[in-house]
Structures are given as structure tokens and as C-alpha cells.
């Protein structure tokens, strides 16, 4: 009995003693999709926590978000006109050491505001004092919240692929790149998924890939990658062969396609080419000086 | 009968919390998750706040190489991302032209998000002196700028500090990986004398 009185005095103390580990801020959630008429309102909240010792200054603002070329979020800083249809109910807040407080942004689309996405980002910077001041040398922390804004209406799914080529027009190695560019023309964001097919002259098919085209891409944004294959099974003869993407994307689980043909010469074929070649000349060389000694 | 009670409360430590816990919904409103406690609540004064919850088992964070499982009331957040930044003033001192310049700021970054982070710089302001091109910050040369390590980082080598460069990403949850960024600085001998400062905003957010 005297182990179980101590197993629960035991569990009793694990229980206090285990601890969050303490972090600068955070903020919840991290992602918000809101659907919205033209015209229409919404609230959403915000959770920030400061997850320090001490009083901190929070500064809340709107950001626009784009994505680079792998389909990262950037911020760069440009003032889109969605930006002014979303308005925090405070700029500053000012959060005691460890306080967890909810901040609701009010989101107003106007009357003639065009259906489709607006990509937007709630965010929430640690500032120095509550007139932001800058510190000398200081870095601050920002955190952001990815904002779907989706005004009802006609949906539009519309991907472009606006290159499709090898690095080179002559191939002679058995690793193949490619390098393939896609616009979303459509006016809201567009999963991807993609298919290579490579075939020889002959229009067999010899090889197939499912590739990743990474996350979704949103409404109007580009994206630029290289696809690199390896084609190690079997022989390949040197000579014309084609490379084929077949994309699906979106919700309507449309599809676009690429083809474009290259010449693959390997190095053993220059050097046969080479050697026939010079065969041929030699053997034309002696039959033409064969030729004139015999007329002699 | 003491000793059936303490039996009976050490079990429903454990066995409470698995049975109750459940999303709820209707039209109106949305619980995405609830938990039974056996204490906690939230306390505060002047100077602190304390939210604290006693009658789980196990909490915390439990993580390998392969998962994070985060467990208990404190962790019940519908995504989160968290930043911290160690120490948040740079101070590379007086320079001299035979010599490099540095000081080290750990960022830290948490999210359990299925898509991972991304930390960029996205704003820059006050003077400098000449930044890096040359991907290394040499003695004798008049140079500024940036490298990163750790798990995370992009970078390679010394970069020069600029709005949106970006400097380290996860595709996968985290949980305080760990970036340190190393400012340098060097200078000529034709560098003209002068205190130079910067502010930067280091962005995190998560990926699409």
C-alpha cells in the first residue's frame, strides 16, 4: 500500500512539473479561409500569445501575399485594394508577460468587388514601445496568418503552361532536365498534379514519372521549376525523342499538356558516328589513291 | 475505502480525458476540441498571467525523428505559429580593416503545420556599409552581411541583407528549429568613418 501512496504522490508532482517550453509569441491560427459575398462582412479572430517574462507591444496589420517560384508565401511589401477591405480592431496591443489575447479583424468586401481569391496575410509584429519607435540594430519578429478570401461568384480554373523545353537541345547523358513554367490564369488557386512521358521516335512510350509540382498555386501567380529525370533502365538508341507533361489541376480536375522533342546523343554514339565517319573517309582516301596508281 | 478512492482517482486520470474528448459542432458553433481537468484556471496579478491545468497524463511534447505528438489542454490550438528571437539587438562594435566583425542571433521557429514555415526578411531600414556580392565577407574589404545555419536555413555562404530575402523554410511541422543567423562586417582602409545601424523584420509564417 505504502507504493501506491507513493506512486500517486509521484504522479501528483510529475503532473506539476511538466512545463511548456517558453517561446518569444505565437499566434493561432496560422491559416483562415473566409467566403464572402460582395458586399458582405465577416469577423475573424486571432489569437496572440506572448510567451515571454515580460510586457511586450504588438503591432497588428494587413500584408499582401504572393508566392515565389516553389510556392512559398513572399511578402513584398505591395499595397493591394483588398488590403483596405480588412481592418484590425486595434493596430497596437500591449500584452502582459505570458497573456493570451484575441484580436478580431473586421473583413467588408465592397459591392463591386470581383468574385474569386485575394491571398492576405493578418499579421502581428513585436515592437519596441507602442509609438514603434525603432530600437538601434534591433530585429523583430512578425508572424502572419495566411487569409483565403474568397468573394462568391463565378469560379474560374484556367492554368497556362508557358514553358516546357530541355536545358538542352542535345542531350548526351542519361539525366534529363527540363524545365517547366506554369501560369494560373484563373481567378482562384489550383492544385497540381503531373505526369512525364517520354517517348522515342517510333512514339513508344519508354518511360513515365509522376512529378510533384509542389503546393497550390494561387490566382494569377507563376511558378518556374526544374524537372529532372533519370533514365537508367535498359538501352536507349540515340535519336529524336519527345517529352510530354500532362497537368490535372483543380477542382474541376481539368488537364493542360506540354510536348516538345530533343535529340539524345549519347558519348559511345559520337564516338561510333565518329569512327564510321572516319572509316569512311579513309576508305575513300585509299580506293580514290587505289585508283590513280592503277591508271599509272 | 481511502485507498479505493485513490484507486479510483488515479484512474480517472487516465481514462477521463480519452472518453470525453471529441469535436462537437452544430449550425452555431464550433468546438473543435474539449478536455475534462481535475483543476487549473486562469490566474493573474500586476505582473503575470498564469492559465494552468492539473489531471493529465501525459502532456507535453513528445517528438522523434519522424513525428511530434503534442499532448494536453495547453497544446488544443487550431494551428500555431510561434517565433522567438535570441538576443534581438546586434552589436558588431568598432571595426578595424584587418578583421571581421561578427554577432550571432538564434531565431527559433515552431508550427504544426502539415505544410511547414518559411522565414524571410521583409523589411530593412537605416545605413550600412557595402553589402556582400561576392558570397564571403572578407578582412580588408569593405563588406556587410548574412549567413545562416541550421536544418532549415537556404542560405549559402554570406548574402547580402535585403527586403524578401528568404532564409530558411520547412516543408513538415517544427518545433523550434533552430536558424542561427551570423552578421558580419569588415572594412578598408578607405571606408569612410561613421556609426552605421539597421532594423530588420524577420517574417515567419506558414507555407501555403
Redesign the interface.
Known amino acids: 500500500m505504502k507504493t501506491i501512496k507513493i506512486y500517486i504522490l509521484g504522479l501528483c508532482f510529475s503532473l506539476l512539473f511538466f512545463v511548456v517550453p517558453a517561446q518569444a509569441f505565437s499566434i493561432s491560427p496560422t491559416k483562415v479561409l473566409v467566403t464572402l459575398t460582395a458586399g458582405g462582412s465577416d469577423v475573424v479572430k486571432m489569437n496572440i500569445k506572448n510567451e515571454s517574462d515580460q510586457v511586450e507591444n504588438y503591432q497588428v496589420s494587413i500584408v499582401n501575399v504572393e508566392q515565389d517560384d516553389v510556392g512559398r508565401p513572399i511578402f513584398n511589401g505591395i499595397q493591394s485594394p483588398a488590403m483596405t477591405w480588412i481592418k484590425p480592431e486595434e493596430n497596437i496591443s500591449t500584452l502582459t508577460a505570458w497573456e493570451n489575447k484575441e484580436i478580431k479583424f473586421l473583413i467588408e468586401t465592397p459591392e463591386e468587388a470581383q468574385a474569386g481569391s485575394y491571398y492576405l496575410g493578418l499579421a502581428v509584429k513585436k515592437i519596441a514601445n507602442t509609438e514603434d519607435v525603432l530600437l538601434p540594430n534591433e530585429l523583430s519578429g512578425q508572424l502572419v496568418s495566411l487569409l483565403y478570401l474568397k468573394v462568391s461568384g463565378l469560379a474560374n480554373e484556367s492554368l497556362n503552361i508557358f514553358l516546357w523545353q530541355a536545358d538542352k537541345k542535345f542531350i548526351q547523358q542519361r539525366e534529363w532536365s527540363y524545365i517547366l513554367g506554369l501560369k494560373n490564369q484563373g481567378n482562384i488557386e489550383v492544385p497540381l498534379q503531373g505526369t512525364l512521358l517520354i517517348r522515342n521516335w517510333r512514339n513508344k512510350e519508354i518511360y513515365q514519372k509522376e512529378l510533384t509540382l509542389g503546393p497550390t498555386l494561387i490566382a494569377t501567380e507563376e511558378r518556374k521549376m526544374d524537372v529532372k529525370i533519370k533514365t537508367d533502365q535498359g538501352f536507349l538508341w540515340p535519336g529524336l525523342y519527345q517529352a510530354q507533361i500532362n497537368i490535372m489541376f483543380g477542382k474541376s480536375q481539368q488537364s493542360v499538356s506540354g510536348i516538345f522533342s530533343f535529340w539524345y546523343f549519347p558519348w559511345w554514339s559520337l564516338i561510333f558516328v565518329g569512327g564510321v565517319l572516319f572509316g569512311a573517309i579513309g576508305i575513300y582516301i585509299f580506293k580514290i589513291k587505289n585508283k590513280k596508281g592503277k591508271s599509272i | 475505502m481511502i ?1 479505493f478512492a ?2 479510483i482517482s ?1 484512474l480517472s ?1 487516465f481514462i477521463f480525458p480519452l472518453n470525453t474528448f471529441s469535436a462537437m459542432s452544430s449550425v452555431n458553433y464550433n468546438i473543435f476540441a474539449d478536455n475534462l481537468e481535475t483543476g487549473g484556471g486562469l490566474q ?1 496579478s500586476a ?5 494552468g491545468t ?8 513528445i517528438n522523434g525523428s519522424t513525428y511530434e505528438i503534442k499532448a ?1 489542454y ?2 488544443m ?15 558588431l562594435g568598432e571595426l578595424t580593416s584587418n578583421a571581421i566583425s561578427t554577432d550571432i ?1 538564434t ?2 521557429v ?2 504544426d ?1 502539415e ?1 511547414g514555415y ?1 522565414l ?1 526578411i ?2 530593412v ?1 537605416g545605413s550600412s556599409l557595402t553589402m556582400v556580392s561576392d558570397g564571403e565577407v572578407t578582412a580588408g574589404s569593405e563588406e556587410y552581411g548574412l549567413s545562416a545555419t541550421g536544418s532549415d536555413s537556404l542560405l549559402s555562404g554570406d548574402v547580402a541583407i535585403v ?2 530575402l ?1 532564409i530558411s ?1 520547412a516543408t513538415t511541422p517544427t518545433y ?1 528549429n533552430e536558424t542561427a543567423l551570423s552578421f558580419k562586417a569588415s572594412m578598408s582602409a578607405s571606408s569612410p568613418a561613421g556609426s552605421y ?12
Open positions: 485507498k485513490s484507486l488515479l486520470v493573474q505582473s503575470f498571467n498564469l492559465e492539473t489531471g493529465e497524463s501525459p502532456v507535453d511534447i494536453g495547453q497544446f490550438e487550431r494551428g500555431s505559429l510561434g517565433i522567438s528571437i535570441n538576443p534581438t539587438s546586434i552589436n542571433s531565431i527559433e515552431s508550427t503545420s505544410t518559411s524571410s521583409t523589411a531600414s527586403n524578401g528568404l523554410s523550434n545601424s539597421q532594423n530588420l523584420t524577420l517574417t515567419a509564417s506558414t507555407n501555403f
